[in-house]
């Protein structure tokens, strides 16, 4: 496996010194295919309150498949990408101070594949290994105080209408697979620090959740050919409409927006300011009184001439302890 793509007819041979930098000039638009199911995520949910001493175990599978597409002049066309991840996550609510706490930890396990036409030949690369784990932390600030297993049914039965305003701080480590001599990686070799506030206000069986976030990058130092990568914070807006149908059903749409993220070579802008619209669909089902499971669809769209467009299906089981 070379740096980059892999020629189609040419076993082995490299992309050569146009396309090494083509490809460099829109790494973030290839690598994204290994970073959305970590950075644009469409979560419902985020700020549900349960009891505190509550965990959670969950396993999950998505597969995204998707188009991407280059400006002209890169001579880089047809493109396409297709991801598998599978990933096992556990959360934790806790009393902070009064209040309903939560640590998430994220481990995920990629295989992707991805092919084009570079400079008239067909190139394709895949990858297998570990991507970048995900903790976050998160506190509701405002409403949400800490209610016991005992206390938790009565709680919610005396407060069908509540608003709760909630802070987390997720931290992506870079641990994932990443190997400085090949341009698509699953690892991004550098920290990204999310901060996010979200407001979450239920009525009876209806739930409304509005959530913002930045990313923020550190600089990857060792990026392909002893260069070096940054990239400007990218901004999302996320919002969901929920509603619980009984007997541990539930289901969900929602719609987010992206946008900034501009990346930096040497210091050389790139010009690939990101602006993406996911959109999408997910359902609950209760498979035991403490499991259930989670099923869904996601749509990514990119508002600007150079991007990705994905589609997502993913399916989780958790068990609640």
Request: charged share 20%; proline share 3%.
């Amino acid at each position: 496996m070379d740096g980059g793509f892999r020629r189609g007819r040419r076993r082995g041979a490299t992309t050569g010194t146009h396309g090494a930098l083509s490809l460099l000039v829109l790494l973030g638009v290839l690598s994204a295919g290994a970073g959305t199911a970590l950075a644009q995520d469409l979560e419902p949910r985020r700020w549900t309150q349960l009891p505190v001493g509550t965990n959670i175990l969950g396993v999950g599978y998505e597969i995204r498949t998707g188009d991407i597409r280059f400006d002209p002049a890169l001579r880089i066309s047809d493109a396409t990408f297709t991801l598998h991840t599978a990933a096992v996550a556990y959360n934790h609510y806790f009393d902070l101070w009064g209040r309903t706490a939560r640590f998430d930890c994220l481990i995920p396990v990629q295989t992707g594949e991805w092919r084009g036409m570079v400079n008239g030949e067909r190139a394709s690369v895949s990858r297998r290994g570990l991507a970048d784990p995900r903790i976050r932390f998160s506190v509701n600030l405002i409403g949400g105080a800490s209610v016991s297993a005992e206390d938790y049914a009565e709680y919610i039965r005396s407060q069908s209408e509540r608003t709760t305003i909630g802070a987390a701080l997720s931290l992506y480590l870079p641990l994932g697979d990443y190997d400085d001599d090949k341009l698509i990686n699953l690892g991004q070799n550098r920290f990204t620090i999310r901060p996010q506030l979200g407001v979450l206000h239920t009525r009876g069986p209806w739930s409304f959740e509005l959530t913002g976030s930045t990313f923020f990058y550190t600089e990857n130092d060792d990026f392909f050919g002893d260069n070096s990568l940054e990239q400007d914070p990218l901004f999302g807006m996320q919002a969901h409409v929920v509603r619980t149908l009984g007997g541990g059903f539930w289901l969900s749409g929602g719609v987010a927006y992206a946008w900034g993220g501009e990346t930096q070579v040497n210091g050389i802008e790139n010009d690939d300011a990101r602006s993406n619209l996911l959109y999408g669909l997910s359902f609950g089902v209760p498979v035991s009184g403490n499991q259930s499971l989670r099923v869904g669809y996601i749509r990514s769209d990119t508002r600007v001439d150079t991007g990705a467009d994905s589609h997502c299906l993913f399916l989780s089981w958790t068990l609640r302890f």
